[in-house]
């Protein structure tokens, strides 16, 4: 399920809003001596660098907790994520890549708020994932 809702998610993020919409305080301002659009940041600067590592941090968060929950004999809920590789491998090599990927095109569209909104939304479901698993 937490997958499903990060999936959408970042779906929805990266192809809701057509390239050619920009929001007003994201917009590059002209550069005087060359007349062509300037960014105001690169794509991997701190804010970006803590952004990424946050939600690699609550996917980590995850898979542990997950782990620790099942080792005293309980069972998986979610179908698709009872086999352990399956697991890892949706987190690692799906959820973040996706994250970081989708990060990225929105940098590049001109959507800086965005941009920094993605991590963020991928990894608060994961967050509350580890949450409700460390009760047990």
């Given amino acids: 399920m937490v997958f499903a809702v990060q999936s959408l998610l970042c779906v ?8 050619s919409l920009q929001w ?3 917009t590059a301002k ?3 001596d060359k007349g062509k659009n300037k960014e105001h940041h690169k794509f991997w600067n701190k804010t970006n660098i803590s952004l990424q ?3 690699i941090a609550a996917q980590a968060a995850d898979l542990y907790s997950t782990e620790r929950a099942l080792k005293p004999g309980r069972v998986e809920t979610n179908p698709i994520l009872k086999s352990r ?3 890892f491998g949706l987190k690692c090599g799906v959820v973040i890549p996706v994250s970081i990927f989708g990060s990225y095109r929105l940098h590049q569209e001109g959507r800086h708020n965005a941009e920094r909104l ?3 939304v991928i ?3 994961s967050g509350v994932a580890a949450g409700f ?4």
């Avoid at 993020?13 to 390239?19: G, K, R, T, V, W």
Wanted: no cysteine; net charge positive.
């Fill in 12 to 19: 929805f993020f990266s192809f809701s809003f057509p390239a």
């Fill in 24 to 26: 007003a305080a994201d």
């Fill in 30 to 32: 002209p550069s005087k």
């Fill in 53 to 55: 590592l946050l939600n």
């Fill in 85 to 87: 590789p399956v697991r």
């Fill in 118 to 120: 993605l991590p963020v």
């Fill in 123 to 125: 990894a608060v479901p």
């Fill in 133 to 136: 698993n460390f009760r047990f």
